[in-house]
């Protein structure tokens, strides 16, 4: 089993940054990538960013890219979103998730561990 716990969110004004933290515990061969995800009100949960966590490889969403970034901390067992420039578009429920991903690492499908989530909301 694995589990997730999100934290770092909250309300900030259009340009501003969030850096959102993801530390994942449990049985290490349970998943070897992590995805942040995010729902607005009314809308799909999307893909956001993803990294292969054995090689660091990262993967965005055409919406974020050049803004946000995806890291690890393999020692603490913690992920982060480091977000920038953020409008208010950006505003939703962010989620991390952990899977066995080989492809597809924006698919919300590929995961099998999901957080709780932590509110981001962006004022204009």
């Known amino acids: 089993q694995v589990h997730l716990v999100e934290s770092g969110g909250g309300s900030v004004q259009a340009g501003g940054s969030l850096t959102l933290s993801c530390v994942v515990s449990?049985?290490?061969?349970?998943?070897?990538?992590v995805g942040w995800f995010r729902q607005a009100p009314g809308k799909e949960r999307e893909g956001v960013a993803a990294?292969?966590?054995?090689?660091?490889?990262?993967y965005y969403v055409d919406s974020v890219k050049g803004r946000f970034t995806i890291s690890q901390d393999k020692a603490k067992n913690t992920v982060y979103l480091q977000m920038n420039s953020l409008k208010p578009e950006d505003t939703a429920m962010y989620y991390c998730?952990?899977?066995?991903?080989?492809?597809?690492?924006?698919?919300?499908?590929?995961?099998?561990?999901w957080g709780q989530g932590t509110q981001v909301t962006v004022s204009s």
């Open positions: 449990g049985y290490a061969y349970s998943s070897n990538s």
């Open positions: 998730a952990a899977g066995v991903v080989n492809f597809n690492f924006l698919r919300l499908e590929s995961y099998n561990y």
């Open positions: 990294i292969y966590r054995g090689a660091g490889s990262t």
